[in-house]
């Protein structure tokens, strides 16, 4: 079982939608946070720990990550998808470039 954990600003569009995506796959397990403030579900040192592959959607987002979870993130695989805050959830659009960029890294 691979652990997959998506990372945007505010767990509200980008991320919950790639955890939504590809929790419909076999031998894959899924979750998704945020590194705002006001996310819908602030990102967990635990999080970061149960995770094998972590998605960030924007490089901005692995800085960030990198200086709040530094400790955590030793030996951890994290993945710049390049994939901006112009999205609603679910929308076709996105759900197509998770498609796209994300398989690649997956066993």
């Known amino acids: 079982?691979?652990?997959?954990?998506?990372?945007?600003?505010?767990?509200k569009l980008r991320s919950p939608t790639?955890?939504?995506v590809f929790a419909q796959f076999?031998?894959?397990?899924?979750?998704?946070?945020?590194?705002g403030n006001d996310a819908a579900v602030q990102l967990s040192p635990e999080q970061i720990e149960w995770a094998d592959i972590i998605f960030v959607m924007e490089r901005v987002h692995r800085?960030?990550?990198?200086?709040?979870f530094k400790k955590y993130l030793n030996g951890k695989r994290v993945?710049?998808?390049?994939i901006p805050d112009?999205?609603?959830?679910?929308?076709?659009?996105?759900?197509?470039?998770?498609?796209?960029?994300v398989p690649q890294f997956l066993r």
Request: glycine share 4%; charged share 30%.
């Open 79 to 82: 993945i710049v998808l390049g």
């Open 86 to 101: 112009e999205f609603e959830y679910m929308d076709e659009s996105l759900v197509k470039l998770l498609h796209m960029k």
């Open 1 to 11: 079982m691979q652990k997959l954990l998506f990372i945007c600003t505010q767990n």
């Open 26 to 35: 076999d031998d894959i397990e899924c979750d998704s946070a945020g590194l």
């Open 18 to 20: 790639a955890e939504h």
């Open 63 to 68: 800085n960030k990550l990198t200086k709040k």
